[in-house]
Nanobody, 124 residues
Framework: QVQLVESGGGLVQAGDSLRLSCSAS????????MGWFRQAPGKERDFVAA???????YYADSVKGRFTISRDNVKNTVYLQMNTLKPEDTAVYYC??????????????????WGQGTQVTVSS
C-alpha cells in the first residue's frame, strides 16, 4: 500500500520560510511524478509544483521564484521549500504521486495517491 505523509507546516509571518516534506512508503518515488497542491477554505485544490522522474520542475505562476520543489530518491522524500511566504499562501498543502504526463501535470486528476495534508498559515 502506497502512503504519503506530509510534515513541516505551521504558523509563520509574512516573509518567512517553511520547508514541507513528503515521505513515501510502499513504492519508490523515482518512478513517478510528485506534486504539491494546496487548498484554501472554500476553494478548489490548486496546483503548486511538480517534479518528474527526470527532475524537471513545474510551478504555478503564483509561487514561481519563491517556492522550490526537490526530491531525494534515496530518502524517498519530496520537499517544497517555500520562501517569502505571503498571507495568500495560507492553505492545506497536499503531496501527491502519479504518472502524470506533461499536459496533465497541473491537474489533480493526474495523481492517484495523496497525503493527508499539512496546514500552512501565513499571518500578515
Amino acid at each position: 500500500q502506497v502512503q504519503l505523509v506530509e510534515s513541516g507546516g505551521g504558523l509563520v509571518q509574512a516573509g518567512d520560510s517553511l520547508r514541507l516534506s513528503c515521505s513515501a512508503s510502499g513504492t519508490a518515488i523515482n518512478n513517478y511524478v510528485m506534486g504539491w497542491f494546496r487548498q484554501a477554505p472554500g476553494k478548489e485544490r490548486d496546483f503548486v509544483a511538480a517534479i518528474r522522474w527526470t527532475t524537471s520542475t513545474y510551478y504555478a505562476d503564483s509561487v514561481k521564484g519563491r517556492f522550490t520543489i526537490s526530491r531525494d530518491n534515496v530518502k524517498n522524500t519530496v520537499y517544497l521549500q517555500m520562501n517569502t511566504l505571503k498571507p495568500e499562501d495560507t492553505a492545506v498543502y497536499y503531496c501527491a504521486l502519479g504518472r502524470a504526463i506533461l499536459s496533465t501535470i497541473r491537474s489533480p486528476n493526474a495523481y492517484n495517491t495523496w497525503g493527508q495534508g499539512t496546514q500552512v498559515t501565513v499571518s500578515s
